[in-house]
């Protein structure tokens, strides 16, 4: 590697291409992606498929046309061709694979959580782009984020870790991922939820000791109930 790699990541919660007010509008998404301009993207809330007029289409397929970016789904629950999950955009090729995360017995833990997995080699050197969706309890939470942070231990190399991980910066679950060797790019601030109005930060970037962080932010728009989180990274030995 000639120098150091600088990677733009985001992590965005699309809600199935649902604005915050209005019907589904995949392309508003996709314009939000090209207009940031990221290396990576960790979508959570991407649906496929049922036919029109409802809501569940092919949006990986459709995510795919309209970012121009490689994009891999992911699902974490679905009954044949109907499915809800994850994906990951790239801008550079990606050996990706998806994996369930553990879940609880409450009725709210009934639906499955599951982590992506990529690697990309920007520059030459190996990174691991994982990328999830933490359940809605806190039982259910800690429980996942306990199998996240087995995992970042077992990788080497540089790890960033996107998602909407439903809990915000000082929980049980974020010290937990701490512990394994993730930091927060984002220092303070950056609500993401609710988009309109953001209370609180929910959605997270964490990245491991390779990675210095040179910008974060939590871009203003209303194309879903959630505001993207960005991140400029540049990578050192």
Known sequence: MTGPARLRVMTFNIHGGRPAVGPVDLKAIADVVRRLK??????????????????????????????????????????????????????????VQSVPLPSTRQWLGLEPRSLMEARVTPGGQVVHFLNTHLGLTPEQRVLQARRLAERVRRLTGPIILAGDL???EDSVELRILAESGLMNCASGGQPTFPAEAPRCRIDHLLVTRHFEVERCFAEETTVSDHRPLVADLVFHD
Not at 67 to 77: D, I, K, N, S, V
Not at 86 to 92: D, E, P, Y
């Open 38 to 95: 990221p290396d990576l993207v960790g979508l959570q809330e991407v649906h496929c498929y049922l036919p029109p007029p409802y809501a569940f289409r092919d949006q990986p397929r459709l995510l795919r046309k309209l970012t121009g970016m490689e994009l891999t789904f992911g699902r974490a629950l679905g009954i044949g061709p109907v499915a809800y999950g994850n994906a990951v955009l790239s801008r550079m090729p990606a050996v």
């Open 166 to 168: 439903n809990a915000v």
